[in-house]
């Protein structure tokens, strides 16, 4: 529970103990986490560069960080980009007017 006190003009948030047990707990694994992600960036750019426009699985090179799920980024590579794909047609279709009007 953390309440939000206010005294003039200040404020202040309160913690129980054990609040601030699990987040000095859990700082580290955060901190942790994100020198990992901040050390595969330059990889994950890489694999996405080369990736994109291939329909098939690519091997992530054999130095690239192994913290990050290639296949899983592959997929929602995928995903993303079939999404963009599908509004870049309608847009053009529209804009064309290829659906017809009904009229």
Not at 16 to 22: D, I
Not at 58 to 68: L, M
């Amino acid at each position: 529970m953390v309440s939000l006190g206010k005294k003039r003009n200040k404020k202040s948030i309160y913690f129980k103990l054990h609040e601030l047990r699990y987040l000095s707990y859990i700082f580290f694994m955060v901190q942790n986490q994100l020198i990992k992600y901040t050390e595969a960036m330059s990889d994950v750019m890489n694999y996405v560069l080369s990736s994109i426009s291939s329909n098939t699985y690519v091997e992530p090179s054999s130095d690239a960080n192994k913290n990050i799920l290639y296949y899983q980024l592959f997929e929602e590579l995928k995903a993303i980009m079939q999404k963009h794909v599908f509004c870049i047609c309608l847009f053009f279709f529209n804009k064309l007017n290829l659906f017809g009007s009904g009229n």
